[in-house]
C-alpha cells in the first residue's frame, strides 16, 4: 500500500523549536486535496491569532494560516480539533482558548484566507476547572431537505458536573449568523452520576451518513487516593441526528436500565497529569469509528492499566449489533497511547496508535489496517520510529493527549507528532521534508541551509492508499436442475393434403375460323 | 504616521532590508502583484525565536502600496507575518526609509517599550508587589490522593488543573499596595500542563520581584495571592526596572 509521511513544518520555518504536539486532521470530503492539520504551534509573528496547517495538494506541502482567535500573548491555544463539513466546503473548529480559556466554537468557508475565523459559541469554564478536550465532528446531512451542515463537539464541560460528558452541536451551521444552531446550554450526554466526580476528559463521537451517531465517553466511579480511576467505558448512540427530546439515549444497558451501553466496568486508569511514559501524560485515552458502509458495525478503542498494575494498554473491541453488545478484545498494544480509528468505504478499519518500545527508547507510531475486522492481525505499519528521551519535554502533553486517522474513500488519512531528527531510519515507511534538513548528518538547519537547529516535535502528515482489492471470484452456486421439459402433447396427425388432381391439359387453343365480314343490309325503301 | 514605538508594538517582525525586486514573491504560492516586493533582509530589529534567522535571506514584504518604493532602497519594515510556506511573507504595517544603525536610539527605545508593554499591565493589575526571597515551596490545597483517603468528595479534575502550590516570601521591601507582615504567602500553578507550564515555579531561594494577583493570568479567581503570567516573577536584578515601570 502506498504510504506518504510528510513533516509539515514549512520552509520558511526551519528555524523553529516548538513542541508542536497534540495534532489534528481535517480532510475536505468534497476536494480531498483540501486538508487542514492543527497541533500546539505558535504563530511565528505573535499575535491575537493562532496559525492552522493548510494543505491544497492533498498534504504534499504544507503553510502556516494565522486565523483562529483566541491566541494569548505566549501561547497559541489549548485544545483544538477542526472538520470540513461534507460537501460544504466549510471548516470548523472546536477549541479552548489560550487568551480566557473559553471553549469556542468556530467556521470559516474559506480555509485558505487571511480572514479570522468566526465564533459561532464562546463559552466560559465554569466552577474554576478549564474545560477538557473539545473534539469536534461534522458533516452534510445529504439525506435532508436542504442538505445541512451538522456539526457536533463534545468535550468534559464542568457546566454539567458531575455528568460532564458534553455535546455542544448544531444542526445547520452552514450559514447561519452566530450560533449558527449552538446552544448555550448543549446536551448533557450521560445517564449515571459518576461517584468519581465527573466523566474523563476525553468525549468522542462518530457519525454515520444514516444520521447515526455514537459517542464513547468514560464513567468514573471511583478516583483513588493513588489518583488511580475506576471507570466504565461507555457507548451511547442516536439514531436521528442527535435530535429530539432524548438525545443520545437509543442504546439502554440491560444492566442498570440506564442509557449508555457500558462497554466495559471498572477498568483502572491512572491519572498521572505528569511525565508517566516516555515524558507523556495519561489518563483518558478513547477512540471510536462507525463503518461508513454498515452503520451496525463500530469500533471502540480506550486505555486503561490492566488489572490495576498492567503497563498502560490499548483495547480494541468491536460491536456488530449497533453498540448492544461488543466482542472481547480483538486487540491490544501494551505501552500504548492515542488510539485512533477509522473505517473506509470498503469496511476496512484503520488502526492508529503510538507505543513505547525497545525498553522505553522508542517512540513507535504504527498504523494497522484490516479488511476482515481484525480475525487475524494485520501487520503494522511503521510511520515512525524515533527517539522518547529528546527533546526533553517543555510542557504536557509531550506528543499529545490525541492524534487523528480518518478516511475517504478507500484512503487512510491521519496525523501525528514526533521527534523531527531527519534520519531515514526514523521513517520506515519514507518521510518527505519541506523544512531544511541533512539526512547524511541528521541535521535540521535553520533558513540559511547552514545553522543548525535543536531537535523537537514537530506534527507528520500521513495518507496510506489502499489498492484495489479484488475480491476472488466467488463460487458459482451450482444452477439447481432444471425440471426436464414438460412432453407436449402431440399435435393431431395432420392428414396429409391430398394430392390434387392434375389439371387437364388444356390444349392450345384451336385458331378460331375468322368470321365471315357480314355485307352490311341494304337499306330498304320504306314501304307506303 | 503612526511613531516608530507604536510600528513596533504591532509588529511581530521588524527589520531593516534592501529591495532587491518590485512586483516580486519569493513563494510559489503566494503570487506577485505589483505590490509585493522581494527584500533582503539586512538586519532584524524585533522578531520572535522562529524568524531570527532571516538575516542575510530574501523574503517578500506585501507593500501597503509600492508608491515610494525602489529597487536598491533601504527601508525599516515594520511587519507581521502572513503566509509560512516555501518562503515567508509578510505584510507591511509601516516602513521608513533609512538603515537601523541611522535610528539606533528610536528603534531600542521602542523595543524596549514592546518588551515593557506587558510588564507595565502585569504591574497595573498585580494587587502587592515586593521585593524578597522564597521559603520551600509546598502543596497548597490537600493533595487529591489526601482528600479522597479522608472521604471527601473529590474535586473536579481536568488536564488543566494547575496544581497549586505555595511559598512563603520573606519581604524585602513593598514595591506596591499595602502589606504589613514581613512575609506573605505565594501560590503558584505547579503543572506543566500547556495552559500552567509558562508560569513562575518557584525554588527554595528564589530571590526577585514578586506582582502577586487575585486573578490568573485568564482572569479567574485564585485561592490567595498568585504568580500565574511569567513576568510575575522577575530576578532582582530588575528591580530597578520594575521600580521605573511603576513610577
Not at chain 1, 461507555?234 to 444497558?253: E, F, H, I, M
Not at chain 1, 461488543?326 to 497511547?337: C, F, K, P, Q, Y
Request: net charge negative; hydrophobic share 35%; proline share 8%.
Amino acid at each position: 500500500m502506498p504510504v506518504t509521511v510528510v513533516n509539515m513544518i514549512p520552509k520558511a520555518l526551519s528555524g523553529e523549536t516548538n513542541q508542536d504536539s497534540e495534532p489534528n486532521l481535517a480532510i475536505n470530503p468534497n476536494n480531498t486535496k483540501q486538508i487542514v492539520g492543527t497541533a500546539f504551534t505558535p504563530n511565528p509573528s505573535g499575535g491575537s491569532l493562532a496559525p492552522i496547517f493548510v494543505s491544497s495538494d492533498g498534504g504534499q506541502t504544507w503553510v502556516l494560516n494565522a486565523i483562529v482567535p483566541g491566541a494569548s500573548s505566549s501561547f497559541p491555544t489549548f485544545d483544538i480539533t477542526m472538520k470540513f463539513g461534507g460537501t460544504s466546503n466549510t471548516l470548523y473548529g472546536g477549541i479552548i482558548r489560550a487568551d480566557n480559556t473559553n471553549m469556542a466554537i468556530l467556521r470559516t468557508k474559506n480555509y485558505l484566507s487571511n480572514t479570522p475565523m468566526t465564533v459561532l459559541l464562546n463559552r466560559a469554564p465554569s466552577g474554576g476547572s478549564i474545560d477538557d478536550q473539545p473534539w469536534i465532528q461534522a458533516t452534510t446531512a445529504t439525506s435532508v431537505s436542504g442538505s445541512p451542515d451538522r456539526v457536533y463537539v463534545g468535550s468534559n464541560d464542568q457546566l454539567t458536573s458531575p455528568k460532564s460528558a458534553h455535546m455542544d452541536q448544531s444542526l445547520s451551521a452552514a450559514t447561519a449568523a452566530p450560533p449558527a444552531g449552538f446552544t448555550a446550554a448543549g446536551i448533557g450526554l450521560a445517564s449515571r452520576s459518576p461517584a468519581g466526580g465527573q466523566n474523563g476528559p476525553s468525549i468522542r463521537q462518530t457519525i454515520h451518513s444514516s444520521g447515526r451517531i455514537y459517542v464513547a465517553y468514560f464513567n468514573w466511579t471511583a478516583f483513588s487516593s493513588a489518583s488511580n480511576i475506576t471507570s466504565d467505558v461507555v457507548v451511547c448512540r442516536d439514531d436521528n441526528w442527535g435530535q429530539g427530546g432524548s438525545p443520545y439515549t437509543a442504546l439502554v444497558d440491560p444492566g442498570d436500565s440506564k442509557a449508555g451501553m457500558r462497554v466495559v466496568k471498572g477498568v483502572t486508569i491512572p491519572w498521572r497529569n505528569s511525565h508517566f511514559i516516555g515524558q507523556e501524560r495519561v489518563g483518558s485515552h478513547l477512540a471510536i469509528a462507525v463503518d461508513p458502509t454498515n452503520s451496525n458495525t463500530v469500533y471502540l478503542a480506550w486505555c486503561d492499566s490492566p488489572g490495576g498494575t498492567g503497563p498502560y494498554t490499548i483495547h480494541l473491541r468491536k460491536s456488530t449489533n449497533s453498540g448492544v453488545t461488543w466482542s472481547a478484545d480483538i486487540r491490544t498494544v501494551a505501552n500504548g497511547i492515542n488510539p485512533g480509528l477509522a473505517v473506509n468505504s470498503s469496511g476496512h478499519v484503520g488502526f492508529l496508535y503510538q507505543t513505547l518500545t525497545t525498553n522505553g527508547t522508542k517512540w513507535e507510531t504504527h498504523i494497522e489496517i484490516s479488511n476482515n475486522g481484525f480475525s487475524t492481525a494485520p501487520t503494522p505499519i511503521v510511520l515512525a520510529k524515533v527517539p522518547s528521551a529528546t527533546p526533553v519535554a517543555s510542557f504536557l502533553p509531550y506528543l499529545g493527549d490525541y492524534i487523528y486517522l480518518t478516511a475517504v474513500g478507500t484512503t487512510f488519512y491521519g496525523i501525528f507528532s514526533a521527534n523531527n531528527t531527519p534520519d531515514n531510519a526514523n521513517f520506515p515507511n519514507g518521510v518527505k521534508y519541506q523544512r531544511n534538513a541533512n539526512f547524511t548528518t541528521h541535521q535540521l538547519l535553520n533558513v540559511n541551509n547552514v545553522t543548525p537547529v535543536a531537535v523537537s516535535i514537530d506534527p507528520f502528515f500521513f495518507s496510506v492508499t489502499e489498492g484495489i482489492t479484488i475480491q476472488p471470484i466467488q463460487t458459482i452456486s451450482p444452477i439447481h436442475v432444471v425440471a426436464p421439459i414438460q412432453t407436449i402433447t402431440p399435435i393431431h396427425t395432420i392428414v396429409p393434403i391430398q394430392t390434387i388432381a392434375p389439371v387437364h391439359s388444356i390444349g392450345p387453343i384451336e385458331p378460331i375460323d375468322p368470321i365471315e365480314p357480314v355485307e352490311p343490309a341494304k337499306p330498304q325503301k320504306p314501304k307506303k | 504616521m503612526a511613531s516608530v514605538q507604536d510600528l513596533t508594538h504591532q509588529s511581530g517582525f521588524v527589520f531593516e532590508a534592501q529591495i532587491t525586486q518590485l512586483g516580486a514573491s519569493t513563494s510559489d504560492a503566494y503570487p506577485a502583484t505589483p505590490e509585493t516586493a522581494v527584500v533582503r533582509v539586512t538586519a532584524i530589529v524585533k522578531s520572535t525565536p522562529a524568524l531570527s534567522g532571516y538575516e542575510g535571506q530574501l523574503i517578500t514584504v506585501h507593500l501597503q502600496s509600492a508608491a515610494g518604493h525602489q529597487v536598491g532602497q533601504q527601508s525599516m519594515f515594520f511587519t507581521h507575518g502572513i503566509h509560512y510556506g516555501d518562503g515567508l511573507v509578510v505584510e507591511e504595517i509601516g516602513s521608513t526609509p533609512g538603515v537601523a544603525r541611522s535610528m539606533t536610539a528610536d528603534l531600542d527605545n521602542a523595543v524596549k517599550a514592546s518588551a515593557d508593554f506587558g510588564m507595565t499591565q502585569r504591574l497595573a493589575e498585580a494587587e502587592l508587589v515586593v521585593t524578597g526571597v522564597a521559603g520551600a515551596p509546598k502543596p497548597h490545597a490537600a493533595p487529591l490522593a489526601a482528600a479522597a483517603a479522608a472521604g471527601e468528595v473529590v474535586r473536579k479534575v481536568s488536564e488543566h488543573d494547575p496544581d497549586w502550590w505555595s511559598a512563603t516570601v520573606t519581604i524585602d521591601a513593598v514595591e506596591k499596595g499595602s502589606h504589613t507582615a514581613k512575609t506573605t504567602e505565594v501560590l503558584y500553578p505547579n503543572s506543566q500542563d500547556v495552559a500552567w507550564f509558562q508560569a513562575p515555579k518557584i525554588k527554595e531561594g528564589d530571590h526577585g520581584v514578586w506582582l502577586l494577583h487575585n486573578r490568573d493570568r485568564y482572569g479567574k479567581a485564585v485561592p490567595a495571592l498568585a504568580v500565574t503570567h511569567p513576568l510575575d516573577f522577575r530576578p532582582i536584578a530588575d528591580a530597578p526596572r520594575v521600580r521605573n515601570l511603576l513610577k
